[in-house]
């Protein structure tokens, strides 16, 4: 078996990923988020969190210059 076959993204509820990101992120704010995705370790049948990824709007579009400069 393939190493990436015992991993798996796919959408999240906000729940799991607040739960998620509050425990394991310094961060002690929850940003606004629009999408989000987990990050599955699967060994057998059994399917456990070990990441999250959170997209969203900013609040600014100065957030955006250096990245996506126009």
């Not at 990436?4 to 394991?24: G, L």
């Not at 606004?32 to 900013?58: E, Q, Y």
């Amino acid at each position: 078996m393939r190493p990436d076959q015992h991993y798996v993204v796919k959408p999240i509820d906000v729940a799991a990923a607040r739960s998620f990101a509050m425990t394991h992120h310094y961060a002690t704010s929850w940003a606004v988020d629009r999408f989000r995705l987990g990050l599955f370790h699967t060994a057998g049948s059994a399917s456990t969190l070990i990441g999250v990824a959170l997209f969203g709007i900013p609040m600014n579009k100065k957030v955006l210059a250096n990245p996506l400069p126009d």
